[in-house]
Nanobody, 111 residues
Framework: QVQLVESGGGLVQAGGSLRLSCAASGRAFSINAMAWYRQAPGKQRELVALITSGGSTNYTDSVKGRFTISRDNAKNTVYLQMNSLKPEDTAVYYC?????WGQGTQVTVSS
């Protein structure tokens, strides 16, 4: 059974930091790209960050310089380090690999 289990979300004040984790199980994803998406209230789900099997990364413009995606293939885990958080970062954050999705973790940033 493939499972993606996310953790690390929560409440934080503007300017603070959070580190999200997504641990995959059921099969290895070392050859796959892994990504973080988010969906804010009333908005469409958007791609936030992606990391390829080789470690190349891409970010949506709004988070460049603030967020860092990384992966540990030995642990089958992808991370999202979020610094200098803004209220507009408030959303449910989802881990994605191939066609599998995590359950989502809530990130709330207060003013």
């Amino acid at each position: 059974q493939v499972q993606l289990v996310e953790s690390g979300g929560g409440l934080v004040q503007a300017g603070g930091s959070l580190r999200l984790s997504c641990a995959a199980s059921g099969r290895a994803f070392s050859i796959n790209a892994m990504a973080w998406y988010r969906q804010a209230p009333g908005k469409q789900r958007e791609l936030v960050a992606l990391i390829t099997s080789g470690g190349s990364t891409n970010y949506t413009d709004s988070v460049k310089g603030r967020f860092t995606i990384s992966r540990d293939n030995a642990k089958n885990t992808v991370y999202l380090q979020m610094n200098s958080l803004k209220p507009e970062d408030t959303a449910v954050y989802y881990c994605n690999v191939w066609s599998w999705w995590g359950q989502g973790t809530q990130v709330t940033v207060s003013s």
